[in-house]
């Protein structure tokens, strides 16, 4: 089981940014994907982006261009740096890492971002 260290939400007005961390603790099996989703209230979780081991990116529509992922991988860490926030990204963002040969999900515990003016 994978746990996870997380940071980096808050409130902000709308045009600001925030960087989201995830760290996994300890030692894990070999990760082959980390990435964000978020659901805002009243919404099914969504795809926000992810990175697979190779470098592969894939963002969606809404946040391309406005939001960055990185990773470190001797940190087994994830980063989400989101620019020019808009009051529709209110959501709640959720880590997760698909690690080993099965590619075992395991999410993050969620983290409050809040755009408002």
């Known amino acids: 089981q994978v746990h996870f260290v997380e940071s980096g939400g808050g409130s902000v007005q709308p045009g600001g940014s925030l960087r989201l961390s995830c760290a996994a603790l300890g030692s894990i099996p070999t990760v082959q994907a980390m990435g964000w989703y978020r659901q805002a209230p009243g919404k099914q979780r969504e795809m926000v982006t992810y990175?697979?081991?190779?470098?592969?990116?894939e963002y969606a529509d809404s946040v391309k261009g406005r939001f960055t992922i990185s990773r470190d991988n001797v940190k087994n860490a994830v980063y989400l740096q989101m620019n020019d926030l808009k009051e529709e990204d209110t959501a709640v963002y959720y880590c997760?890492?698909?690690?080993?040969?099965?590619?075992?999900?395991?999410w993050g515990q969620g983290i409050q971002v809040t755009v408002s003016s």
């Open positions: 997760y890492f698909n690690t080993g040969p099965s590619l075992s999900t395991t």
């Open positions: 990175i697979v081991y190779d470098g592969r990116i």
